[in-house]
């Protein structure tokens, strides 16, 4: 049954792609399929054979999920109201009133959200270039240009096991692995650093809030200002005055924003340090909302203070973790831009490079516009996974009745 869902659900999704593309797949002008001798041989080939893979697993996956959540939805409400009587979600099926007070969100959501995504993907498959009104028309090259270039010359060096992947090239699995390298250090950091710190806030001592405002005092800090002062504090030798320090200690300088490795790990420490005001404010909350009755009687049974919070406070905390982590996700994602180019722009030789700003520099600098919406095309996706495997896994093991 699953294979035959799978199947369906691939035919639909590459159906529901290349119909508005006019199955310019097909065409022999784009060097699709149309010679299959040439597989292989042509960029253009390669790549659309992966795209074609990648829009099939994704749809099956789209489709069985749909299926499922369908199923698991439907025995629920049989359970719980029977088989007859009032059926769920019949007034608003039946009544417009609601419908008239959603429209002018949805109408916003059409003209603002959903319209300019559409057309975003119609930019991908042209060849578009700024300050130019004419547009040329070719399919999914701009996709195949960024798949097939980074698979044929770029790199790998597997670290701990295999568990992180890094592309040394600056292709576009290089970006990729420079953004996984922020998520996930950053993600890490925020909340090993953040629950550290929630828990060394929380206790009841004199000058309590006025401390904690200083902690949380960071988050109002704009990604620009963040960039400028840790350029300062991490500038090279003679400037910086983390340098000028270690000099007059009589140590080497160490090049901060010139070597590539101290360059990502400078952009990781300014992002974690902006991040964690907000997320230290979370947990402290999420700590206060521990009941005092259960952490009396762990210390009543012989309980430490690390088994009190790994059997007490962290599964309570687990609600507050999933969401912080959410968060976290997105923001390395998408909000590193400002810190990013005020502190490194970007290099060196594209070394702290993201997704982003790749988008960003593809489309603003080098005016390939309909290079950068395939690339946001594919963060699309890439978030959408990430987004997807955290509900999957994280929200399995989040209990939202113990808050």
Known sequence: MGILLGALAGFLGTQATMVPLGYCALNPEHHMFFNLSIIGQTTSVNAVLLCAFLLIFAAS???????????HRWV?????????GHTPGAFIRHNFTPWIFLSPTIIGLGLFTYYPAVQNFMLGTRLVRRGTANTR?????????????????????????????????????????????????IVILVNVVGIAIALLASHKIRGAAVYRTLIVWPYAVSGVVVGVVFGALLAGEGAGFINLLLQKLGLPAVPFLSDPWWARFSVVGAATWVKLAFTILIYIAGLQAVPQVLLEAATIDGANAWQRFRNVKLPMLMPYVFFVVFLTLNYTIFD???????LTEGGPVYATTNLVVDVI???????????????????????????YWQFRVMGRRTNYEMI
């Not at 629920?76 to 007859?84: A, Q, V, Y």
């Not at 090239?169 to 970006?175: F, G, I, S």
């Not at 489309?363 to 963060?379: F, Q």
């Open 61 to 71: 996956w789209a489709f069985m999920l749909a299926i499922t959540e369908f199923h």
């Open 76 to 84: 629920t409400k049989k359970r719980i109201f029977g088989t007859e």
């Open 137 to 185: 028309f070719v399919c999914l090259d701009n996709f195949a240009t960024l798949l097939t270039n980074s698979l044929q010359d770029a790199h790998y060096y597997i670290l701990s096991d295999g568990f992180f992947l890094y592309a040394e090239h600056a292709e576009y699995l290089a970006v990729l692995g420079v953004s996984f390298f922020y998520t996930f250090f």
């Open 336 to 342: 590193l831009y400002a810190i990013i180019e005020t």
């Open 361 to 387: 520099k593809t489309g603003v600098e080098n005016s390939d516009i309909g290079k950068a919406a395939a690339l946001s095309i594919i963060l699309l996706f890439i978030m959408l996974g990430l987004t």
